[in-house]
């Protein structure tokens, strides 16, 4: 099975930029979907964003829309979140994940439907 690794946190302050980073190691990401998901102290794990490999078709969670970017390199080894504009309230622990769904048809917000878990990356923004 792929394990992924995650790296790029931070500390910053409101308003700065952090560009995370996601490989897989073990094999090339090749299932239906890859995403990014957080989790906040005392928070469930949420959905962040998540890339359809066959179409590069993007989802991002509201909370996020117009300020990160989930895209692919050219070799399609490494998965990157954008994070511009960044917020006090988007400090969490960020991990990429694997949509394990081989009859995928949409991209799933649920984290049950991940598995190939990172140990995650913290993002802290200072305001």
């Known amino acids: 099975q792929v394990q992924l690794v995650e790296s790029g946190g931070g500390l910053v302050q409101a308003g700065d930029s952090l560009r995370l980073s996601c490989v897989a190691s073990g094999r090339a990401f090749s299932r239906y979907a890859v995403a990014w998901f957080r989790q906040a102290p005392g928070k469930e794990r949420e959905f962040v964003a998540a890339l359809i490999w066959r179409n590069f078709i993007t989802s991002y969670t509201d909370a996020v829309k117009g300020r990160f970017t989930i895209f692919v390199d050219n070799a399609k080894t490494t998965v990157y979140l954008q994070m511009n504009s960044l917020k006090p309230e988007d400090t969490a622990v960020y991990y990429c994940?694997?949509?394990?769904?081989?009859?995928?048809?949409?991209?799933?917000?649920?984290?049950?439907?991940?598995?190939?878990w990172g140990q995650g990356t913290q993002v802290t923004v200072s305001s």
């Open positions: 994940a694997e949509d394990r769904r081989s009859w995928a048809m949409a991209v799933s917000v649920l984290t049950s439907d991940y598995d190939a």
